[in-house]
């Protein structure tokens, strides 16, 4: 596997930063003791206007939690200690928050990348990915447009971590978990902790899925809860492909994805044959003759392709 990446450095945008200064501004004025019945309705309707807003302010809210179950410190003096930081936030927000981080990460047929942020956070990419990464203020964005990420979020808990695919958008709440989207559909299997995923436009397509758990979902909506298989779902960081009665034409799909030279089935019968066993990625030709020995098919090398059909 290539040498891990780190991302440690910034780059200016112009990026609005009024969200994240409307949602420090209204958690202090909430902290105030004096605040009015009428300041309470306004943060709701504040909060009201989009997920985004309530996302923002649940940051600050996080902190303030945490930072409550701090000892031996007084609660008061903590409490003063923080609503400073949060002042000053807002006064070098214009500066702070315009830094902004944005990449594009793409790996070729058969290449793995890893990157690792500053928290720890290690994002393990598969072969033949796309992906962009954002980090700007409190959020943290992976957007996957195609393949396979496998994700394990470090100790930073401030941060928002968000991952888009597909349709969807998946939120960790301390975790391990694999995503792979192509074509529409998009699997994540949750390894560690758990993950909530929420389908765009879709205010009642919501699901939160624990660890040893797996949901799929595409345009149309998600699927039913299943178990995850975390040895098949992580088996490609060590270029293995593991099958249990996987269908032979997705056993070829998953083939075609780390090499450039396609395999095709000739036959549609061949389709639903059964396919159980470890396969190493890198070696197409010995793929081809286990295939070939286990289920007594012939082979033939046309220009662009090998193709399969029964004897």
């Known amino acids: 596997m290539p040498k891990p990446k780190f991302i440690d450095h910034t780059r200016h945008t112009q990026k609005d930063n009024s969200l994240t200064e409307e949602a420090a501004a209204w958690f202090l004025r909430m902290q105030q003791s004096n605040r009015s019945d009428s300041e309470q309705q306004a943060l709701e309707a504040w909060l009201s206007q989009s997920e985004a807003h309530r996302a923002e302010y649940q940051q600050y809210v996080r902190l303030w939690h945490n930072l409550d179950h701090l000892e031996p410190k007084p609660r008061k003096k903590l409490r003063a200690t923080v609503a400073g930081i949060l002042v000053l936030l807002l006064i070098f927000g214009t500066f702070q928050w315009i830094f902004h981080i944005e990449e594009v990460i793409v790996t070729a047929v058969g290449e793995h990348e890893r990157i690792v942020l500053a928290d720890g956070t290690t994002i393990d990419i598969n072969t033949n990915t796309k992906l962009r990464l954002a980090l700007f203020g409190f959020t943290r964005t992976v957007t ?19 991952v888009n695919a597909g349709s969807g958008v998946i939120r960790h709440i301390g975790t391990e978990f694999n995503v792979f989207t192509e074509d529409g559909e998009t699997t994540v299997a949750v390894l560690e902790g758990a993950v909530e995923i929420s389908l765009e436009d879709q205010d009642n397509a ?19 809860i299943s178990r995850a298989d975390s040895e098949t779902a992580t088996a490609w960081r060590k270029n293995r492909l593991i099958f249990r009665d996987t269908p032979l034409n997705e056993v070829v799909r998953q083939i075609n994805r780390y090499h450039t030279r396609p395999v095709k089935l ?10 159980s066993g470890e ?15 286990l289920y007594g098919l012939n082979s033939s090398e046309l220009d662009d392709m090998t193709v399969l059909y029964a004897k």
Request: no cysteine; proline share 2%.
């Open 144 to 162: 996957i447009e195609h393949g396979e990420v496998l994700f394990k979020t470090g100790s930073e808990r401030l941060r928002a971590f968000t």
């Open 206 to 224: 919501k699901a939160i899925v624990n660890s040893g758990q797996q949901l799929s979902y595409s345009g149309q909506g998600l699927s039913d």
């Open 266 to 275: 000739g036959e549609p019968q061949l389709h639903g044959h059964k396919v």
């Open 279 to 293: 396969f190493n990625t890198t070696d197409r030709d010995g793929l081809i003759i286990a295939l070939k020995t």
